[in-house]
């Protein structure tokens, strides 16, 4: 699996999952726990989304579009 996006918080890591899955990419958000740790661990970075390698490139497509409309 790789790292197709660092979401900055839960509810953003869920939005983008919903997205990719509206698309038929599954992924995994790893890291969501931790963030019950904040303030004992070290908060920046642990959350990220993963997809299986054949489809980093479509679910990279799909984030982009999502990044270009936080833009507009």
Sequence with gaps: MKIVYSPSNNIEAHLVR???AQQGIDC???GEH???GLGELPMAG???IA???PLFDSARE???AYEQ???A
Excluded: H, P, Y
């Design 34 to 36: 931790l963030q019950g």
């Design 46 to 48: 642990t959350l990220s």
């Design 69 to 71: 409309s936080l833009l």
């Design 51 to 53: 997809v299986e390698d």
């Design 28 to 30: 995994v958000i790893r």
């Design 62 to 64: 799909i984030i982009a």
């Design 18 to 20: 919903g997205m990719l």
